[in-house]
């Protein structure tokens, strides 16, 4: 899965969530192009290739059935 079409099946199963808007990303300094993606046991793994603003690199984490994020 790419990152694209996780933000697809994210923003279609939990419309109000905020992960990927515009205003959330250009907080963070962030763009779609910073982002890799993967497949763990039993979620799918967003992670930065480029830290962001003061350094940020985490990961984030969605379940494969709902595409919530998993904390």
Known sequence: MTPS???YHYEKNNPGGLFFTRGTMKFFGDTMRNYGCYESENA???WRKRPVKNGL???ATFCKRT???IT
């Open 57 to 59: 690199r985490s990961d």
């Open 44 to 46: 799918w793994v967003l």
């Open 67 to 69: 595409f919530r994020r």
């Open 5 to 7: 079409q996780l933000k």
